[in-house]
């Protein structure tokens, strides 16, 4: 069945050091591609996106990259900070229009 | 522009019993979808509208309904009450085609407590 798989569950890192998270898709119609940080207490906010056009996307310390071949895009936050602490969420289009997201990746940023 | 706003914030129900919550979402947006979120699953697609028209629904039995107004607001309603229905429910809303393409914007959430 359709299905985003998110890896890790769980992930920690010294501050300053990079963090990496990777999600898998099933549906190759799939061509967007969004994480969502959600903060302790707080809603999921939109952090950065792409769509099935680019392989690669960078805003400041954050970058996403896509390969459509194996059906997999991954979250790099680089310079990593307190701030970073949360839980992040992958999510990509199954068919009928369905959103479907990973079961999120709690971030832990040790000082 | 004013956030997507959900209402109540805070609900404690008994089995058996009924709950409507509502999603107000941001001006101009027509796309609004329901999530259920617990700990450990993640957020569970429960339905999408779009121009008051349910564009598709996540694997929910069929106790979980929902409806849009003419002005975009939503709401969702949820029969029959099971303990496993303690969650935090998370509405959220899209511009454009909706949330297969667009940004979702999430409301606060109404946490559900079933006693």
């Known amino acids: 069945g359709e299905n985003v798989e998110q890896h890790p569950s769980t992930l920690s890192v010294q501050e300053g050091d990079s963090a990496v998270i990777k999600c898998t898709y099933s549906?190759?119609?799939?061509?967007?591609f969004p994480w969502y940080k959600q903060e302790l207490g707080k809603r999921p906010q939109l952090i950065i996106d792409?769509?099935?056009?680019?392989g690669e996307k960078k805003d400041q310390r954050i970058a996403v990259t896509l390969n459509k071949t194996a059906k997999h895009f991954s979250l790099h936050i680089t310079e990593t900070q307190p701030e970073d602490s949360a839980v992040y969420f992958c999510?990509?289009?199954?068919?009928?229009?369905?959103?479907?997201f990973g079961k999120g990746t709690r971030l832990h940023i040790l000082p | 522009k004013a956030g997507v706003t959900q209402t109540p914030r805070y609900l404690i129900k008994t089995r058996g019993q009924q709950v409507t919550l509502s999603c107000s979402p941001i001006?101009?947006?027509?796309?609004v979808s329901w999530y259920q979120q617990t700990p450990g699953q993640g957020l569970q697609f429960l339905f999408e509208?779009?121009?008051?028209?349910?564009?598709n629904k996540g694997n929910f039995p069929g106790r979980f309904s929902g409806r849009q107004f003419s002005n975009s607001r939503s709401e969702m309603n949820v029969s029959t009450l099971e303990l496993g229905d303690s969650a935090l429910y998370l509405c959220?809303?899209?511009?454009?085609?909706?949330?297969?393409?667009?940004?979702?914007?999430f409301g606060p959430g109404t946490r559900l407590t079933v006693l």
């Open positions: 959220a809303s899209s511009s454009g085609q909706g949330a297969r393409t667009d940004t979702q914007y």
């Open positions: 549906d190759s119609a799939s061509n967007y």
């Open positions: 792409i769509r099935s056009n680019v």
């Open positions: 999510a990509a289009p199954g068919r009928d229009d369905k959103i479907i």
């Open positions: 001006s101009g947006h027509r796309s």
């Open positions: 509208y779009f121009s008051e028209t349910q564009r």
